[in-house]
């Protein structure tokens, strides 16, 4: 929108986000969703598209990772800061769709924000879904020490559709 009317630069998400949805401009899309006729929860589907844009170069699209990482390394170091372990090698582990599929786009300037409080902090992209973990949680209670059981359910997680 911003680039329609010269409140922001060209990007290719002008093309890219109508088209998702089956329109062709961006007021077409946000008519849609102001009047009801496309969900509002539909909105987490452009993620994919900003993240794919920003891989091809697209400014505005990396300058939307930009502000995520921004907003990631604020809340780990606010966290970092609050327990006071800005000195031990602290584990920052980025999850969700974005995440995955922004990989090091996202995790290096997130990375690069945390260890100015934290310099040994290491921060990685949690590539199974956060359901595994609470699946081997489960599965320490009810058979513990059972390694077999645990490759099974990180095999049958790993394949499932979320």
Do not use: K, W
Not at 57 to 75: I, Q, R, S, T
Not at 113 to 140: E, M, Q, T
């Amino acid at each position: 929108m911003r680039a329609g009317d010269r409140r922001g630069e060209r990007t290719s998400l002008e093309r890219l986000v109508p088209q998702h949805f089956g329109m062709r401009r961006p007021i077409d899309v946000t008519l849609a969703m102001y009047h009801g006729r496309l969900p509002e929860g539909r909105v987490a589907e452009l993620a994919a598209i900003a993240v794919s844009a920003a891989r091809d170069g697209d400014a505005v699209a990396l300058g939307l990772l930009g502000d995520l990482a921004g907003e990631c390394a604020a809340f780990a170091t606010a966290a970092i800061r609050r327990l006071g372990i800005t000195r031990l090698e602290v584990p920052v582990v980025l999850s969700g769709g974005v995440a995955r599929g922004a990989g090091e786009l996202l995790a290096s300037p997130v990375q690069e924000r945390v260890r100015v409080v934290a310099p040994n902090a290491a921060v990685s992209v949690l590539h199974a879904p956060p359901v595994l973990g609470a699946a081997l949680l489960v599965l320490d209670l009810v058979a513990p020490g059972d390694a077999e059981a645990g490759e099974r359910t990180r095999s049958g997680v790993a394949q499932a559709q979320l």
